[in-house]
């Protein structure tokens, strides 16, 4: 009986967990600034169970990756970097990402892709390449 009852336990906490394994999950965010002529772009790489890739260009400033860890709760996706201080907080429901550095991105600036996110940030950066000599 004591067999059977840590086998279902396991089987369950097995299958609670598995449904936050975010690996292959891709979100892209877009978000133009008149005020400053600046697209902000943040892609997020879910690669497995506990990691994130976390990409940030701007047509200003080259792109950058940083590997992360994520956890999740039913409503949000906390990401934080190596001392554990969070730095994004994505709404599970909307894909709308706040972070502690001042630039927000609202639900209709967000969505799931699914191809690369270099390819995604190329697309949106492509009319600020225009008239460039080089």
């Known amino acids: 009986m004591k067999i059977f009852l840590t086998l279902f336990v396991l089987w369950f906490s097995s299958s609670v967990v598995a449904s936050d394994n975010l690996s292959g999950k891709k ?3 877009f978000k133009p600034m008149s005020s400053n002529d600046t697209v902000y772009l ?5 690669k497995n169970l506990s990691e994130v890739s976390v990409y940030t260009e701007t047509n200003n400033d080259p792109l950058v990756i ?6 999740t709760s039913t409503s949000k996706i906390e990401i934080k970097w190596l001392n ?9 429901k909307t894909l709308g990402v706040e972070n502690n550095y ?3 991105y609202q639900s209709d600036q967000c969505s799931l892709v699914s191809e690369t996110i270099k390819g995604v940030f190329l697309k949106h950066l492509k009319k600020y390449k225009k008239g460039n000599l080089i």
């Open 42 to 46: 943040i892609g997020f790489d879910f």
């Open 66 to 71: 940083t590997n992360m860890y994520y956890k």
């Open 27 to 29: 979100i892209v965010c």
């Open 102 to 104: 001042g630039i927000d």
């Open 84 to 92: 554990n201080s969070w730095f994004y907080k994505i709404s599970r």
